[in-house]
């Protein structure tokens, strides 16, 4: 089975359900784990409340929140397994979405989330994770080395020129919102590499990929691992995350 991690709630909503759509189109089975066992929902600011007039902008994009409303009525992401119950033996992948409100570090900081991924990455089993998800990546130590699981590896998420520009829009009426933690994700992430030239950036101003245009967004491939930025990536990552799971198939 494919595992998908959630938080206890606060996950992006598109970066969850693109690649969990990709994956059920292609006859695959997707199961989730949360921290208490119990269903996990998107940030409510990113699928009903909005940000005022930046709403057409930072919101969930009308395709993606209709995916994210059939991946909420999936018998599996109803009934998922808690981060404890998960038997590691049964995991064939692993997917990890991102979300910047307070609920994410609710799997960010778990240790029983961290030594899934660790795991699941040193087997070589295809892995992907997007945003924050990265964050869970760099905070896995591989048992051999005490080191992250990164390290050696070349990877991305979300940018510090697209954390503090959201940060710097909203900051007067949200406050830390799109600070998860003081260092930025980038930051972090970096510190956890061999070299911080292995952490890349892409294009310094981003665009959204569609279903229609998934070339438009950007990810990072490393072996059985691959990652990207933000939701305006995630088509493109759900393609390259389902190219991984196939390879792994076919092996």
Same mark, same amino acid.
């Given at each position: 089975?494919?595992?998908?991690?959630?938080?206890?709630?606060? !996950?992006?909503?598109?970066?969850?359900?693109?690649?969990?759509?990709? =994956?059920?189109?292609?006859?695959?089975?997707?199961?989730?784990?949360?921290?208490?066992?119990?269903?996990?929902?998107?940030?409510?600011? =990113?699928?009903?409340?909005?940000f005022?007039?930046?709403?057409?902008?930072?919101?969930?994009?009308?395709?993606?929140?209709?995916?994210?409303?059939?991946?909420?009525?999936?018998?599996?992401? =109803?009934?998922?397994?808690? !981060?404890?119950?998960?038997?590691?033996?049964?995991? +064939?992948?692993?997917?990890?979405?991102?979300?910047?409100?307070?609920?994410?570090?609710t799997?960010?900081?778990?240790?029983?989330?961290? !030594?899934?991924?660790?795991?699941?990455?040193?087997?070589?089993?295809?892995?992907?994770a997007?945003?924050?998800?990265?964050?869970?990546?760099?905070?896995?130590?591989?048992?051999?080395?005490?080191?992250?699981?990164?390290?050696?590896?070349?990877?991305?998420?979300?940018?510090?020129?697209?954390?503090?520009?959201?940060?710097?829009? +909203?900051?007067?009426?949200?406050?830390?919102?799109?600070?998860?933690?003081?260092?930025t994700?980038?930051?972090?992430?970096?510190?956890?590499?061999?070299?911080?030239?292995?952490?890349?950036?892409?294009?310094a101003?981003?665009?959204?990929d +569609?279903?229609?245009?998934?070339?438009?967004?950007?990810?990072?491939?490393?072996?059985? !691992?691959?990652?990207a930025?933000?939701?305006?990536?995630?088509?493109? =990552?759900?393609?390259?995350?389902?190219?991984?799971?196939?390879?792994?198939?076919?092996?």
């Amino acid at each position: 089975m494919i595992l998908f991690l959630l938080p206890a709630g606060d !996950y992006d909503p598109t970066e969850a359900a693109v690649p969990w759509a990709a =994956l059920r189109d292609a006859g695959f089975e997707v199961r989730f784990a949360t921290p208490d066992g119990k269903a996990a929902y998107a940030d409510p600011r =990113l699928t009903d409340l909005g940000f005022s007039w930046l709403s057409p902008w930072l919101m969930t994009r009308r395709a993606e929140l209709a995916a994210y409303r059939n991946l909420t009525e999936d018998p599996h992401f =109803l009934a998922p397994s808690s !981060y404890k119950e998960v038997d590691p033996a049964d995991i +064939t992948g692993l997917f990890v979405p991102g979300g910047h409100a307070a609920g994410m570090r609710t799997l960010l900081e778990d240790a029983t989330a961290q !030594y899934l991924f660790a795991r699941v990455f040193t087997q070589g089993l295809p892995v992907g994770a997007v945003c924050h998800g990265v964050l869970l990546a760099a905070r896995a130590k591989d048992p051999v080395t005490g080191r992250s699981v990164l390290h050696g590896r070349r990877t991305t998420a979300l940018t510090s020129l697209l954390e503090l520009t959201g940060w710097n829009l +909203t900051r007067l009426w949200l406050g830390r919102y799109y600070r998860t933690y003081r260092t930025t994700v980038q930051g972090e992430v970096t510190a956890a590499l061999a070299d911080p030239a292995h952490f890349l950036a892409g294009p310094a101003l981003p665009v959204r990929d +569609t279903a229609a245009r998934p070339g438009r967004g950007f990810t990072v491939k490393d072996g059985n !691992y691959v990652s990207a930025r933000w939701p305006g990536d995630c088509h493109r =990552l759900a393609a390259d995350y389902l190219a991984l799971v196939r390879e792994h198939v076919m092996s």
